[in-house]
């Protein structure tokens, strides 16, 4: 079944579809209907406007490419499985939620709470600006993504990001299994309470990073702008180039070719933290 060149503005307008091509359609009009394409599975849509709230709801394998979602459209796609989108813009709050396997490609998405309790997600060579991005997903993989963020990555589990640059705020806290390779994180307050986190390469700036953390891993990394890092964290860390200032680590090691400041204070007691650096100005405490 082909829909072409149409315009639907009625609820439920094409509910239920099933094997469809959908090209150069708009979802938009003074009926203002809802839920367009809601209970669909196998639409390939290409080059289609949606302006309608709640258009891809409970919908399974569907392809999208070349398709624009405006701030109008909320709530975008919830409770799919097997989704992939192409070349497209995402707008509207709360774009994608509890869906399963979808696949993300040269993207833009402008969405508040963008990504929550998600099952596999993958995202590649996209743009993203959210204040609340992928809570509570699992599954995640990201390369190539370039993010404006406030609370990212909240209670993520099980992730791999790639090739990314990162502008965020309180990044993965409670999370869990996370590795990010070659990318730079900008923020405050990264990683706190996490568990399992793995930073590889990467390019870290902000204060209090990497705070009350289980199993925290830095290899070759850099660190600008890092003040009272690491406070009551379990940490392994090599690091390149020179570190502000580290605080009561829990356990671990440490190492830095130079670190400006170390603070072992009455809250340090039971640390058996080790830390190290080339500067011969600095001890060991252990």
């Known amino acids: 079944m082909l829909y072409k060149n149409k315009s639907y503005d009625e609820e439920r307008a094409l509910y239920g579809v099933k094997d469809a091509d959908i090209e150069n359609c708009k979802f938009e009009g003074p009926a203002d209907g809802e839920s367009a394409l809601k209970e669909t599975r196998g639409l390939n849509i290409r080059n289609c406007d949606f302006l309608l709230r709640y258009p891809l709801w409970h919908t399974a394998d569907t392809v999208m490419e070349n398709c624009t979602m405006t701030e109008t459209c909320r709530a975008a796609l919830w409770y799919d499985r097997n989704t992939v989108i192409r070349a497209s813009s995402l707008g509207g709050i ?20 963008f990504g929550w309790f998600c099952r596999g997600l993958d995202i590649k060579n ?44 309180d990044a993965f806290w409670h999370s869990r299994n996370i590795t990010v390779y070659d990318s730079v994180v900008r923020g405050e307050y990264l ?96």
């Open 94 to 113: 709360k774009a994608v939620r509890e869906c399963d396997g979808t696949k993300i490609e040269g993207c833009k998405i402008n969405s508040t709470e």
């Open 191 to 286: 990683g706190w309470y996490s568990e399992n986190l793995k930073l590889v390469r990467c390019r870290i700036t902000g204060t209090q990073p990497l705070c009350y953390a289980k199993g925290l891993v830095l290899e070759d990394c850099t660190m600008t702008d890092c003040d009272l890092s690491f406070e009551n964290s379990d940490v392994t860390a090599r690091i390149k180039g020179a570190v502000t200032s580290v605080k009561n680590p829990m356990s671990g090691r440490i190492c830095a070719d130079e670190i400006g400041e170390i603070i072992m204070d009455e809250y340090a007691k039971g640390s058996t933290c080790r830390i190290f650096a080339k500067s011969d100005r600095l001890k060991q405490c252990g």
């Open 126 to 169: 996209s743009e993203l600006v959210s204040e609340y991005p992928f809570l509570h997903t699992s599954g995640l993989h990201i390369d190539g993504l370039k993010m404006q963020g406030k609370y990212s990555f909240q209670y993520v589990e099980n992730a791999e990001i790639r090739n990314s640059e990162l502008n965020t705020k």
